[in-house]
Antibody, heavy 118, light 107 residues
Framework: EVRLAQSGAEVKKPGESLKISCQAS????????IGWVRQMPGKGLEWVAI????????RYNPSFQGQVTISADTSISTAFLEWSSLKASDTAMYYC???????????WGQGTMVIVSS | DIQMTQSPSSVSASVGDRVTITCRAS??????LAWYQQKPGRVPKLLIH???NLQSGVPSRFSGSGSGTDFTLTITSLQPEDVATYYC?????????FGGGTKVEMK
């Protein structure tokens, strides 16, 4: 069974850095895409970025390019999403999700709530 | 970039009613269209892929159709547990764009 276990909720101040994680199990982590989807409070789903851990190929939603960094560590089957300087507008639920090549997101993590407030 | 437009943004229906949600892509995406269901406070769940293929375990009252730019999700007999927001998504070559969502409520 595919399982994506995300790190816990975070409360940060504007300007702080943050790295959230998603540990995968139940499939070969290196050979499927893994990515992040944002959901702001009361709003819809937005794809942020995906990475192919096997060769570290990354794709960003242009709206998020330069705002976040996606990475993955195949030795611990874990994907990361990182901010160097958080803004209040980064406040959202972030879901980790997997896709096989050419397929939609078929497995989702439980979500990591990020709150950025002074 | 491809835009995905869903309509209606919300619908209220009774138990047993037929509910139809449409999704229009700004450019042709062949059949690379997925539908997701997100119940209140829950994680999104993949319902349909390839425009019309039900994911394993999804009840047969759900169906999808369409190709190119126009797609439809149909719930043939609405059940209380179907109260949720439904999203379409283009998963063709470029950005994995979601539609804005359709909230399905019970009358």
């Amino acid at each position: 069974e595919v399982r994506l276990a995300q790190s816990g909720a975070e409360v940060k101040k504007p300007g702080e850095s943050l790295k959230i994680s998603c540990q995968a199990s139940g499939y070969n982590f290196a050979y499927d895409w893994i990515g992040w989807v944002r959901q702001m409070p009361g709003k819809g789903l937005e794809w942020v970025a995906i990475i192919y851990p096997g060769d570290s190929e990354v794709r960003y939603n242009p709206s998020f390019q330069g705002q976040v960094t996606i990475s993955a560590d195949t030795s611990i089957s874990t994907a990361f999403l990182e901010w160097s300087s958080l803004k209040a507008s980064d406040t959202a639920m972030y879901y980790c999700t997997r896709r096989e090549d050419g397929q939609p997101f078929d497995a989702w993590g439980q979500g990591t709530m990020v709150i950025v407030s002074s | 970039d491809i835009q995905m437009t869903q309509s209606p943004s919300s619908v209220s229906a009774s138990v047993g009613d037929r509910v139809t949600i449409t999704c229009r892509a700004s450019q042709g995406i062949r059949n690379y269209l997925a539908w997701y269901q997100q119940k209140p406070g829950r994680v999104p769940k993949l319902l349909i892929h390839g425009a019309s293929n039900l994911q394993s375990g999804v009840p047969s009252r759900f169906s999808g159709s369409g190709s190119g730019t126009d797609f439809t999700l149909t719930i043939t007999s609405l059940q209380p547990e179907d109260v949720a927001t439904y999203y379409c998504q283009d998963y063709n070559i470029g950005p994995l764009t979601f539609g804005g969502g359709t909230k399905v409520e019970m009358k």
